[in-house]
T-cell receptor, first 110, second 116 residues
Framework: DVKVTQSSRYLVKRTGEKVFLECVQDMDHENMFWYRQDPGLGLRLIYFSYDVKMKEKGDIPEGYSVSREKKERFSLILESASTNQTSMYLC?????????FGEGSWLTVV | AQSVAQPEDQVNVAEGNPLTVKCTYSVSGNPYLFWYVQYPNRGLQFLLKYITGDNLVKGSYGFEAEFNKSQTSFHLKKPSALVSDSALYFCAVRALYGGATNKLIFGTGTLLAVQP
């Protein structure tokens, strides 16, 4: 089975803090994604990566950056967290035409 | 523009009755379509996909979906609903975008509530 692991399930951070969300996949997938999920808005793509050190902006990249130094790890970075970034963050990796998701990270910014 | 619409925020059905969760899409070229399910406080789980071939696709947990090209729809169905099917369901279409051609565009989700 494909396993996508998000190390932090629940986080509470203060406004202005730097936040790292880590994601690891164990299937040597080239493509990895970070989505944000908000009620009534569905899933929106923040960034994706199709290879090590390669990244592209998704639909809502503002306020976020990403890092992919190794194939199995894709990190989402909030340089200065704000309250409007309180959300559920979902990491995913893809092989062929199927995307597999992690369990999600609930981030609350206070 | 490529998009997915799920016209119902919530679908209510009695246990044992058939269920349908609706999805329509707009995409250039041949669509690659997907259904995912999300249980409370969990990530998304893959249910099924349509790439090509038979218009009726069978997936996990007894779900199936029917691809209708003329109506640009990909409705999710199950002959007999279970209370445990209660969850949030997302339809998605593959978008050709940048270097990752398997980027998915998601609908806003439909909450399925199955009453005992």
């Amino acid at each position: 089975d494909v396993k996508v692991t998000q190390s932090s399930r629940y986080l509470v951070k203060r406004t202005g803090e730097k936040v790292f969300l880590e994601c690891v996949q164990d299937m040597d997938h080239e493509n990895m994604f970070w989505y944000r999920q908000d009620p009534g808005l569905g899933l929106r793509l923040i960034y994706f990566s199709y290879d090590v050190k390669m990244k592209e902006k998704g639909d809502i990249p503002e306020g976020y950056s990403v890092s992919r130094e190794k194939k199995e790890r894709f990190s989402l970075i909030l340089e200065s967290a704000s309250t409007n970034q309180t959300s559920m963050y979902l990491c995913a990796s893809a092989v062929g035409n199927t995307i597999y998701f992690g369990e999600g990270s609930w981030l609350t910014v206070v | 523009a490529q998009s997915v619409a799920q016209p119902e925020d919530q679908v209510n059905v009695a246990e044992g009755n058939p269920l349908t969760v609706k999805c329509t899409y707009s995409v250039s070229g041949n669509p690659y379509l997907f259904w995912y399910v999300q249980y409370p406080n969990r990530g998304l789980q893959f249910l099924l996909k349509y790439i090509t071939g038979d218009n009726l696709v069978k997936g996990s947990y007894g779900f199936e979906a029917e691809f209708n090209k003329s109506q640009t729809s990909f409705h999710l169905k199950k002959p007999s609903a279970l209370v445990s099917d209660s969850a949030l369901y997302f339809c998605a279409v593959r978008a050709l975008y940048g270097g990752a051609t398997n980027k998915l565009i998601f609908g806003t989700g439909t909450l399925l509530a199955v009453q005992p």
